[in-house]
């Protein structure tokens, strides 16, 4: 089994893995580079098969609906075979109404946790990950009698953190190649300890007991496990959850039984006037249909903002000049988007008179969890990917040998 690593060995995003076995070739993932300054420009790899059939390119593996592990399909040709989550999925088509990261594949095949699946030569094992993208996997792929795990994005601190102690007791190693990512290398020093879902639950519970007005929870409608945190810190400070219709039509379109419903009693959704044009325009009245009993309006939010959190995002500032009387803003992201959104967040809240507080835990694993994975594959090799620091693997793991991006080698 041979490996080119198209982009991902010294960058965190645009993770695009090539296999080949037997003149066939697989690819795991193909994102949309995170640093790119203009991603109509971006361009296909170098890869037969893409853009014009070739029987030899057998389709792509992707592992979660993270644009940059998937966004740079939509260039290829619309036949490409893509393996997905079932539930991933279903986010990227829920997606579509709301802008440019929903998509819809057109030959899907969906695999499920630790279910192996078959693709020509290569025989691929997913394992369902804790991550901030919903329905997330790593795998274990196998060719020519050697083996390599590609970690994907993944972390052992969050609302599915167990999965990941499952994992590392059960590991099947030793693996050949361990393809790591390391987004959090170079951000921590090594010693810390990332902060988990149900902390973050408590702390943002503690800030809601002394936040007079309303709630303002800014995070990324997709992460379903801020989602969950945010709604479990907000009941148990007797407030209501309000969702906007992008959030709504997820959670529909999954349809979980776990998750709270935007059609029953645990949530209102908010429809932004800047949505309400959009759906006017388009004719698409269907999308905010089924809501209509769960409604709330920006008057009853003014009205009620001490018994609320909601969703917030800038498209909704406008909505909301009334209802921010000793409001506060939770930002959920990772802080160095501060930097690089085009709207100045915290310079409205100051404005405003809105408080702001950073409420965030990484959706990556830190150092401690990293050298746990490690321990349980015992790779022969490990390859950095999706890191600004690949040079600081060999600080911290055993066997590291790091590939540049476009250069062939063997497993």
Not at 155 to 160: A, D, I, L, W, Y
Request: charged share 25%.
């Amino acid at each position: 089994m041979r490996v080119r690593i198209h982009r991902g060995t010294k960058e965190v995003g645009g993770n695009c893995i090539e296999l080949s076995s037997g003149g066939k070739t697989l690819l795991l993932d193909m994102g949309m580079p995170l640093t790119a300054p203009d991603p109509a420009n971006v361009k296909l790899p170098q890869i037969e098969g893409l853009q014009v059939e070739d029987r030899n390119f057998l389709g792509i593996v992707v592992s979660h609906p993270h644009f940059d592990h998937y966004g740079l399909i939509q260039k290829a040709r619309s036949s490409t075979r893509v393996f997905i989550g079932s539930d991933a999925e279903k986010i990227l088509r829920a997606a579509i109404p709301f802008g440019s990261f929903g998509v819809v594949f057109q030959n899907v095949t969906h695999y499920q946790h630790r279910v192996c699946f078959e693709v020509g030569p290569f025989k691929i094992t997913p394992f369902l990950n804790d991550h901030s993208a919903f329905d997330a996997y790593s795998f274990l792929v196998e060719a020519d009698g050697q083996s390599l795990f590609y970690s994907a994005d993944l972390r052992g601190h969050g609302r599915k953190a167990r999965l990941f102690d499952q994992f590392l007791k059960t590991a099947p190693k030793p693996v050949d190649v361990l393809l790591m990512e390391g987004t959090t290398i170079g951000r921590e020093n090594g010693k810390e300890v990332a902060k988990s879902e149900a902390e973050l639950e408590r702390e943002i519970f503690e800030s809601l007991k002394v936040t007079p007005g309303l709630a303002l929870a800014y995070f990324s409608a997709q992460n379903i496990d801020r989602f969950v945190t945010f709604f479990k810190a907000s009941k148990r400070a007797g407030r209501t959850f309000v969702a906007d219709l992008y959030l709504a039509h997820i959670l529909d379109a999954l349809g979980r039984k776990s998750l709270p419903s935007p059609r029953g009693n645990d949530l209102r959704v908010f429809l932004p006037s800047a949505m309400k044009r959009r759906i006017v325009r388009e004719k698409s009245f269907d999308l905010v249909a089924p809501y209509y009993p769960k409604r709330i309006y920006p008057e009853e939010i003014a009205r009620c903002a001490s018994d609320l959190m909601m969703i917030f995002r800038p498209s909704m500032a406008a909505d909301l000049e009334n209802a921010l009387r000793g409001a506060k803003l939770f930002y959920s992201l990772w802080p160095g988007y501060l930097e690089r959104d085009g709207f100045d967040l915290q310079a409205w809240c100051v404005t405003r008179k809105v408080a702001f507080e950073i409420h965030h835990t990484s959706g990556h694993a830190g150092i401690s969890d990293l050298k746990r994975l490690v321990k349980a594959l015992e790779p022969k090799r490990l390859v950095p990917i999706h890191s600004f620091a690949p040079q600081r693997f060999r600080s911290f793991f055993p066997n590291v040998q790091p590939a540049n991006d476009g250069e062939w080698w063997e497993v």
